[in-house]
């Protein structure tokens, strides 16, 4: 008996100790259940702190840094102060306003006091830099240097670098509480885990069901646990590679666009939005049609289409439009970016602004351009200069047999008038070659008005008026006389043409001013303006633009080589003088010519030659290659009296003079002939005979001409027979008085 109630009481012991170790194990269990359950739900709390409130305020403070840093407001601001450029302040300007939202969404967002009174202050510095931009816009109209602007706008930012320091610093320490909580709670529950596990050892005894099934759930708690770890560790460097990767995109100097595939925008990044002018809010959901300029045609977008359908990239130069209406160069790639099942996913277009480099290879081709031009001039001068002295010559004679009054000499007089025209072209010729220098001297602007106004009077249309009536007075001048009769000619018949065979009216006004355009320095003798305005079509801004380029013109093929004002604006600049030009589209066009004013007298001009011509009995050795002129001038001056010898060979010619060097009075030669020039044959005649006179005529009217000797004088092609026969007295008058011996008294 004593035996079973021991057996009993030992398996009532033992019953109970098993109930009391299942009790206790359901016990533990059940507290470790509830401390796990705990622990996640800590996890799971402190990671949406860290992911969610803490995150987007990470988001915030770095765009609120962007904003203050390079290319942020301060700097655009700095750099609008300094350069005086209208694209930083509307960047400032743009910016700002998207500080502001951003610092409003953070202020919505938080109850920190720390950090709404950071926010403040930021607010209350980038306010100060607003209302200073506005300073600083109005100082530039005003004209104010940029010390003088820099001391109106200069604002200490030194309390909103603090403040985004310590926003940052609230930031970085609720960072770090987020993730001590996480790791805390991760720590906590791996405590709990060896605790569980030390007691089920022991409690196995009791029950190794219930020890088993805990084992393995405690086993795949703590597998969760590391795999948690693992992945919050691998999210976090994960994030810091992307962060880094959108640093890189945004921040890139190329533009960089993504699209889906149907061409919508998905993202622009900041270089592209500067570039351009947009903002995100109205670039995003767009289709890059809103940047075409109207230069690509319908072909090239296609063949774009289907290379990157076919998962190929496109790479070419895009003229693309900006949000102001300009347009630049792009040179674009776009690429595809595939799936990992390989289907096109995204389009991503890289593009580098070329606009500068552009215009650098088109100011190098102008360049070679003009020089193609002045070799061209230069080249035809000397013949076309020929042309013109046969004509003035043949003009000349015919004129001195034709009645006075009759129809035969109205026509010569045409003829004149043509040969002049003619004229001023070659000279403008000879200066885009740059080989014809022009002497600065005192003119008066109206008369050289009137001499053009009596040309152009002749050759145009009866519906047409010439009103010069506003450029009666004196004015003078400092100019070159030939090239401002070229510039007034050139600038009267372009607002001829522009009218046309319509009705319409010319205005011409002189007036003298005081102070000039602002880009042109004060004089104390003031500028004089001459207005040239017409009543024509008038002309659009891109004309305008382009009006002075070489080669540009609106005139029908063959009708213009457009170079008239490009010549005109030469010549200004080389009186150091300024063109401007006002017109639109229906409203006639004004050109307003700005030259330098003085009290000083005009100076005598041999522009225009009259009166009766010196004749003469002399015997005068005649050389031209050229058979017209020479034959031309042998008629005038024999018709003058003179004995003239003519010969188109220098080598003919200075043979002559070997043979008898005292025949002749006065030696005329043409300068640029085969064989021998006319310096060559020059000077071997003063080597035979040192005094005598000596005529050079030449088409280039060059300035390196030697002859040794007595004085020569030098005549430019065309020349009017009047002003030869007068340069031939005064040679011949000169070796007659240099040759008579001083009387001793």
């Keep these: 008996m004593s035996d079973q109630n021991i057996d009993t009481s030992r398996f009532y012991s033992i019953g109970f100790a098993a109930m009391a170790l299942l009790v206790v194990t359901v016990s533990l269990g059940v507290f470790l259940g509830v401390e796990t359950r705990r622990q996640f739900g800590e996890i799971k709390g402190s990671w949406a702190t860290y992911n969610g409130e803490v995150g987007q305020k990470g988001a915030w403070i770095s765009s609120i840094r962007g904003y203050l840093g390079y290319g942020g407001i301060i700097h655009n601001f700095k750099n609008y102060v300094l350069r005086r450029d209208a694209r930083y302040y509307e960047q400032a300007d743009q910016q700002v306003r998207q500080f502001n939202a951003v610092v409003e969404m953070f202020l919505s967002q938080t109850e920190t006091p720390a950090e709404r009174a950071a926010l403040i202050k930021l607010r209350q510095t980038i306010a100060l830099y607003a209302g200073n931009l506005k300073v600083a816009q109005q100082a530039v109209v005003q004209g104010l240097g940029t010390a003088e602007i820099d001391a109106l706008v200069r604002i200490d930012d030194s309390k909103a670098e603090q403040a985004l320091a310590d926003l940052e610093a609230i930031w970085t320490q609720a960072r770090k509480v987020a993730t001590y909580r996480i790791f805390s709670a991760v720590s906590q529950g791996q405590d709990l885990i060896g605790v569980g596990f030390v007691s089920i050892v022991a409690l196995i005894l009791a029950s190794s069901i219930i020890g088993t099934l805990l084992v393995f759930m405690l086993r795949d ?7 948690l770890t693992g992945e919050l560790s691998a999210r976090r460097k994960a994030e810091a590679a992307e962060t880094r990767l959108a640093s890189v995109v945004e921040q890139s100097p190329a533009t960089i666009v993504m699209t889906d595939t149907k061409a919508q925008i998905l993202y622009a990044n900041r270089r592209f939005r500067e570039l351009t002018g947009w903002s995100n809010e109205e670039i995003i959901g767009q289709t890059p049609k809103f940047q075409q300029s109207g230069d690509t045609s319908d072909e090239t977008y296609g063949d774009i289409r289907t290379r990157l359908d076919a998962g190929l990239e496109w790479q070419g130069v895009f003229r693309n439009r900006k949000k102001d209406g300009s347009t630049y160069w792009a040179d674009t790639r776009i690429l595809p970016l595939l799936g990992p099942d390989g289907t096109v996913q995204n389009f991503i ?27 061209l001039a230069g080249g035809i001068a000397h013949d076309f200069n020929n042309v013109l002295t046969t004509i003035v010559g043949a003009a000349h004679l015919a004129a001195l047999d034709a009645p006075e009054g009759s129809d035969l000499a109205a026509e010569i007089e045409q003829i004149e008038i043509a040969t002049k025209r003619a004229q001023s072209l070659v000279h403008g010729l000879l200066t885009f070659a740059r080989r014809e220098p022009g002497k600065p001297q005192p003119v008066d602007l109206c008369g050289v008005v009137k001499e053009v106004a009596r040309l152009l009077r002749a050759s145009l249309p009866p519906t047409l008026v010439l009103d010069c009536s506003q450029a009666e007075n004196r004015s003078i001048v400092l100019a070159d006389h030939t090239k401002l009769h070229q510039i007034v000619m050139n600038l009267a018949r372009n607002a001829a043409e522009s009218i046309g065979a319509e009705e319409g009216r010319i205005t011409v006004r002189v007036v003298h001013r005081e102070i000039g355009p602002r880009d042109l320095a004060q004089r104390e003798e003031g500028w004089v303006s001459l207005e040239i305005s017409d009543t024509g079509h008038g002309m ?6 382009r009006l002075f380029d070489p080669f540009f013109t609106t005139k029908p093929l063959g009708k213009g080589s457009g170079l ?47 009166g009766e011509a010196p004749r003469g009995h002399e015997r005068i050795l005649l050389v031209d290659d050229e058979t017209e002129i020479s034959a031309t001038w042998r008629r005038v001056l024999m018709r003058l009296g003179y004995r003239v010898e003519a010969y188109t060979s220098s080598i003919i010619a200075a043979e002559k003079l070997v043979e008898a060097p005292d025949r002749y009075d006065l030696l005329i030669t043409d300068m640029v002939m085969p064989d021998l020039s006319g310096e060559e044959l020059a000077n071997q005649a003063r080597s035979l005979r040192p005094d005598l006179p000596v005529l050079i005529c030449t088409g280039y009217s060059p300035t390196a001409i030697k002859v040794a000797g007595a004085a020569s ?8 027979p009047l002003k030869l026969a007068r340069h ?12 008579t011996p001083e009387t001793t008294p």
């Design 349 to 375: 277009s890289i593009g580098e602004d070329i606009t500068e480099r552009r215009q650098a290879r088109e100011q190098v081709a102008r360049a070679q351009k003009l020089e193609a031009v002045g070799l």
């Design 713 to 720: 004088d030098i005549l430019a092609k065309p020349v009017e």
């Design 728 to 739: 031939v007295r005064a040679a011949l008058d000169r070796a007659v008085t240099a040759s």
């Design 540 to 545: 659009s801004a891109e004309t305008r633009a």
């Design 564 to 610: 008239g004002l490009v010549v005109v604006a030469g010549l200004v600049e080389e009186m150091e003088g300024r063109i401007e030009v006002d017109s639109a589209p229906g409203e006639g066009a004004r050109f307003t010519v700005y030259l330098p004013s003085t009290s000083q007298p005009e100076a005598s001009t041999t522009a225009t030659v009259q």
């Design 221 to 227: 708690m703590r597998r969760t646990v590391e795999r």
